[in-house]
T-cell receptor, first 115, second 114 residues
Framework: NAGVTQTPKFRILKIGQSMTLQCTQD?????MYWYRQDPGMGLKLIYY???????DKGEVPNGYNVSRSTTEDFPLRLELAAPSQTSVYFC??????????????FGPGTRLLVL | AQKITQTQPGMFVQEKEAVTLDCTYD???????LFWYKQPSSGEMIFLIY??????QNATEGRYSLNFQKARKSANLVISASQLGDSAMYFC???????????FGAGTRLTVKP
């Protein structure tokens, strides 16, 4: 049981390049999330999904896209990388218990540097 | 809109002593949950404790307890008998029942002195 896994661990992008951050969970969780954490700050929600085929915007969705074709995978796509997207990206998942207390389990993070 | 405020950028505590990390929140939703996460220097996010808005008693998990004062909209984390391994960033977060948007505070860096 690996929990939430993310690849790559670290990536350097040039301005304007595209990339996909991968996230996979093996806990059969319906809910999945993408956050970004800027230096010295808390996490901000980018996108989330409540199940396969269903996604919705979070607090800071601009510049990102997501898809959810399976329960396990929730990739995050950056189409035109900008320096403002330099951050650490965390993927998380939680079971759909219908209560505010659903614990989110986080992946180890992907550190992205856009130059 | 939901908002989480952590006013202590950094805190120091002597090993084996207790420490309180402050968290205040703002929401108009009647049903919500409050969370604390620990982020050590390695970067992973570790869930510590949860408090529901309708819970009658303060949550406890081992050495962690949550001092929940609903009228004051505060949810302070108390760590008893601090250990060197408690040195980390600590984040308070909130999620309302009708919203999947989890909001995090800016965090407090705790340093435990030997």
């Amino acid at each position: 049981n690996a929990g939430v896994t993310q690849t790559p661990k670290f990536r350097i992008l040039k301005i304007g390049q595209s990339m996909t951050l991968q996230c996979t969970q093996d806990m059969n969780h319906n809910y999945m999330y993408w956050y970004r954490q800027d230096p010295g700050m808390g996490l901000k929600l980018i996108y989330y999904s409540v199940g396969a085929g269903i996604t919705d915007k979070g607090e800071v969705p601009n510049g990102y896209n997501v898809s959810r074709s399976t329960t396990e995978d929730f990739p995050l796509r950056l189409e035109l990388a900008a320096p403002s997207q330099t951050s650490v990206y965390f993927c998380a998942s939680s079971a759909a218990t219908g209560t505010p207390g659903e614990t989110q389990y986080f992946g180890p993070g992907t550190r992205l540097l856009v130059l | 809109a939901q908002k989480i405020t952590q006013t202590q950028p950094g805190m120091f505590v002597q090993e084996k002593e207790a420490v309180t990390l402050d968290c205040t929140y703002d929401t108009s939703d009647p049903s919500y949950g409050l969370f604390w996460y620990k982020q050590p220097s390695s970067g992973e996010m570790i869930f510590l404790i949860y408090q529901g808005s309708y819970d009658q008693q303060n949550a406890t998990e081992g050495r962690y307890s949550l001092n929940f004062q609903k009228a004051r909209k505060s949810a302070n984390l108390v760590i008893s008998a601090s250990q060197l391994g408690d040195s980390a960033m600590y984040f308070c977060a909130m999620r309302s029942y009708n919203n999947n948007d989890m909001r995090f505070g800016a965090g407090t860096r705790l340093t435990v002195k030997p």
